[in-house]
């Protein structure tokens, strides 16, 4: 696939993940980790018209002048922007216009590319911006969940998405040998900065479980008043379940003494055996006390990956996010990317079930903070 054809698919899937959306959808903002699908469309545009364009033409004219400041995200060398929690103030400009915004960048970048393919240095920027649209395909999924499962009508975005697949496994733990091995991204291809750099780590033995914790379990969780009893939490989780009133994941709803959930096929009882999802760290930290267990460390699950079914959830960890050995922040507005984060968060690893074909490998290193669980977020446990 050349590099157009690839530029071509990747753009044109953001817009097939809003097509099931009414207008009104678009511009919807509940809460400030939420963006509303407009400003998804519009950044990942902005990307390209800022970083690529007008890097590579010098003729280049911007399709509005003010769309640096309306889609900037937290680029503070590119100048101001709107800050996050107003994003879904943006009446303007319009789903049309951020359509038409599309089609003309997009118009450009096909007649920068047509000629530049072989430029090394335009199609590594090329790849980025790709990955970081793709990272915000998930986003958009997950964030239009999180609208629609917030309108008191529950409506249905697909009645085809599948969201959970039963797991099965002979073997419910996998045993991994105390040694030494080496974490980070060696491979060829495409990696975010902050994969690599790869280094050794001593590990003890320990047994990972091979498959992810299930709603069943965590409703044997919930039921055992475990939101109620605050040994099993750290003090910040305890305070954030008292003060938010947190007594189950998001999206589940106890209706007539039946545990319901909204999924993007719209609401539907609580599967048993299908894997858990949208917990936050302080629960899937609690959920792991109250069994008796604890959570992988990042460098844990990346060894134990290959035996593992992973990428139905993004799993929880018990790993700060922070630098590997060697990192440096790269110079200029794109160096902003990963390290600037580097603090207070907890990391994810594997994919889910809204992350694009792709765009998943075993050094991937989400991260969040650990109150956060609009995503595809899960449990795996190590005995």
């Given at each position: 696939?050349?590099l ?70 937290y680029y ?75 309108n ?45 750099g ?44 008292n ?12 209706a ?12 539907a ?69 990963n ?22 490998r ?22």
């Open positions: 696939m050349t157009s054809e690839q530029y071509h698919s990747v753009r044109q899937q953001s817009e097939l993940l809003c097509a099931p959306l009414q207008k009104e959808d678009y511009v919807v903002q509940p809460v400030a980790d939420v963006s509303p699908p407009k400003w998804h469309l519009g950044h990942t545009t902005w990307f390209f018209e800022t970083f690529v364009l007008k890097a590579y033409q010098k003729a280049y004219k911007e399709f509005d002048s003010q769309y640096n400041y309306v889609f900037n995200s503070e060398t590119v100048g101001a922007r709107v800050i996050r929690t107003d994003r879904g103030n943006l009446s303007r400009p319009s789903v049309e216009d951020v359509y038409r915004y599309r089609r003309y960048v997009n118009e450009q970048m096909m007649v920068l590319l047509s000629g530049n393919e072989t430029d090394t240095q335009l199609k590594e920027l090329v790849i980025l911006g790709l990955n970081h649209e793709q990272q915000h395909q998930e986003l958009l999924l997950t964030d239009i969940k999180y609208i629609l499962g917030h008191p009508l529950f409506p249905v975005y697909s009645d085809e998405f599948i969201e959970s697949t039963a797991e099965e496994t002979a073997e419910p733990f996998h045993q991994i040998a105390e040694d030494v091995y080496e974490i980070g991204f060696s491979d060829e291809g495409f990696s975010f900065d902050n994969e690599s790869r280094h050794r780590v001593w590990l003890d033995s320990f047994k990972i479980s091979t498959t992810l914790v299930t709603n069943g379990e965590y409703l044997e969780f919930i039921e055992s008043g475990g939101y109620r009893q605050f040994q099993f939490w750290h003090a910040e989780g305890w305070d954030w379940v003060r938010n009133n947190i007594q189950a994941p998001l999206y589940w709803h106890l007539e003494g039946q545990w319901v959930h909204y999924t993007l096929a719209g609401t009882p609580i599967a048993a055996n299908m894997p858990l999802a949208h917990i936050s760290y302080y629960e899937a930290a609690a959920f792991a006390n109250w069994k008796n267990r604890r959570l992988p460390t990042e460098a844990e699950w990346e060894v134990a990956s290959d035996a593992l079914g992973w990428g139905q959830r993004w799993e929880w960890t018990n790993s700060s996010y922070l630098p590997y050995p060697g990192f440096k922040t790269a110079p200029g507005a794109l160096g902003e990317y390290g600037k984060f580097m603090v207070n968060q907890m990391v994810l690893r594997g994919a889910s079930v809204a992350t694009p074909k792709g765009h998943s075993n050094t991937y290193r989400n991260f969040f903070h650990p109150h956060l669980r609009w995503q595809y977020t899960g449990i795996r446990l190590i005995q």
